[in-house]
């Protein structure tokens, strides 16, 4: 293990002359490759344990107590929402906001196609019709000029949209004025799925807090984590109480067990919660590192040309930037080969989702598409943004990335 006591490794990359900076960047590459570099893997802070502690103490490991209660009203104040629930994910938030909406079978939602599967599956789970729409290329979510051209289309062929799913992609706020404007023309209410976006706003307002609903995730992936879960919030107190009464069972208020409606096993349990309220103590901390990790990239990669990112297109956006996103524009190196090559280092990377409209699953969907989406998917890489990335990291990656496009 090479030793240099008296420099910081920012330094080292500084004056250290090339030869020698070049013996040494294999030294530590020798090093980071033993070891597999995570595209977002959890960050604890150390002020978990306090609220663990607690639990254990008071014997409270079960899906509810003061660490579920508690973290809602983390929530509601972070957000500016006015109600939250906490539950055992983010699909299963965004399937109780379907109920709440009295989602059932035959009707359709439209929902964002660039996404995860686990924004649409929920529709499925009510034996709904998806109805997929494109991508804009500037923030890479929903595009609301195909969104007013999929409502309209649905409405003349007799099927009026029961909700608009949106999701805000990798921290990226969707062009929520512009969305909103369209739903609220045709009276349809607007789920935003901000599960890879926490902390990110537009226009000054917390993204899952412009429609009825919005969907948050704390998977281990995620910006700041409970290991496993997730919540609703609103600013209607009705959803998030009924998402309360629907994830325990729906028992209804009798002395015994007595059920009017099915219910779930949907809430968190107040071991997760604990986590959660430590990782909100740091989430500000988090945002700023992925935000740092960001701006590290594009300027260490700026002289690529092959090379764009996905960047806030003004100053109406802020982007936690949960995942750095990449975009290589070129007939001879691609993201599948770039992503191949990485992986040979221990470097774990990730294309971007394969829209659903191309999903074998969702294969007989409607669809609105101009192939936004489709060409992302051909182009783009997420590569590694985790907040306890050390600078040595990312100087090992940005020459590989380098080394990468010299081959």
Known sequence: MLSFPALSMQCMFLIVPPPLNRYLMDKIGQKIATR????????????????????????????????????????????????????????????????????????????????????????????????????????????????EKAIQDRIRK??????????????????????????????IPVVEDAAEALGSHYKHQHVGTFGVMGVLSFNGNKIITTSGGGALISNNPHFCQNALFLATQARDDAPYYQHSRI????????????????????????????????????????????????????????????????LIHSRSKTSFGLREFLNGFNIETRLLWKPLHLQPVFQDAPAYLDGTSEQLFAKGLCIPSSSNLTDVDKHFLVEKIKHYFTL
């Open 158 to 187: 007799g099927k009026h949209p029961k909700a608009v799913l949106l999701t805000h992609l990798y921290g990226m706020p969707a062009r929520m004025d512009a969305i909103m404007e369209v739903a609220m023309k045709y009276n």
């Open 36 to 147: 597999r570099m995570y595209l977002s893997s959890p960050h604890m802070s150390g002020k978990e344990w306090k609220y663990l502690k607690s639990a254990f103490k008071k014997n409270h490991v079960f899906p509810l107590g003061e660490n579920v209660t508690g973290l809602e009203e983390d929530i509601r104040q972070y957000t500016g929402a006015t109600s939250a629930t906490c539950l055992s994910s983010g699909t299963a938030a965004i399937h109780l906001s379907l109920i709440n909406l009295g989602v059932t079978s035959g009707d359709e939602v439209i929902c964002s196609s660039f996404t995860f599967t686990a924004s649409a599956n929920p529709i499925v789970y009510q034996h709904a019709v998806p109805v997929f729409v494109d991508s804009e290329a500037d923030t890479w979510n929903m595009n609301p000029l195909l969104l």
């Open 263 to 326: 219910g779930y096993n949907y809430r968190m349990s107040n071991i997760s919660a604990g986590i959660g309220r430590g990782q909100m103590e740091v989430l500000a901390e988090r945002i700023k590192k992925r935000r740092e990790n960001f701006r590290f990239y594009t300027t260490a990669l700026s002289q690529i040309r092959e090379i764009s990112f996905l960047k806030e297109p003004n100053r109406h956006y802020y982007s936690n930037h949960w995942l750095t996103t990449l």
